[in-house]
Nanobody
């Protein structure tokens, strides 16, 4: 199984949007719930969103209504659309498979004016 690879991070102003992408093994998409987590400086890693094989979605309260997780099994891709970004969303974002404790290297998202 290949380690997931995240992309799409960057610097954005408050209120802006970013879309993160994650390329991962086809096995992950076929059999496992996938998730996005994040870790801000000095804080513990937290779950942002997860999506099951049947596309049931869960969101942390802090991002509900602003972030959308999606998966494209045909392309082996996981996405996180982030809208109305806030400075407190600044963190390194990781995609992966919680049940396998398999995560990518992360992509930095910075929300600042």
């Amino acid at each position: 199984q290949v380690q997931p690879v995240e992309s799409g991070g960057g610097l954005v102003q408050p209120g802006g949007s970013l879309k993160l992408s994650c390329a991962a093994s086809g096995d992950f998409f076929s059999f496992y719930t996938m998730a996005w987590t994040r870790q801000a400086p000095g804080k513990e890693r937290e779950l942002v969103a997860r999506i099951t094989v049947s596309r049931n979605e869960y969101y942390a309260d802090s991002v509900k209504g602003r972030f959308t997780i999606s998966r494209d099994s045909a392309k082996n891709m996981l996405y996180l659309q982030m809208n109305s970004l806030k400075p407190e969303d600044t963190a390194v974002y990781y995609c992966g498979v919680p049940n396998l404790s398999t995560w990518g290297q992360g992509t930095q998202v910075t929300v600042s004016s």
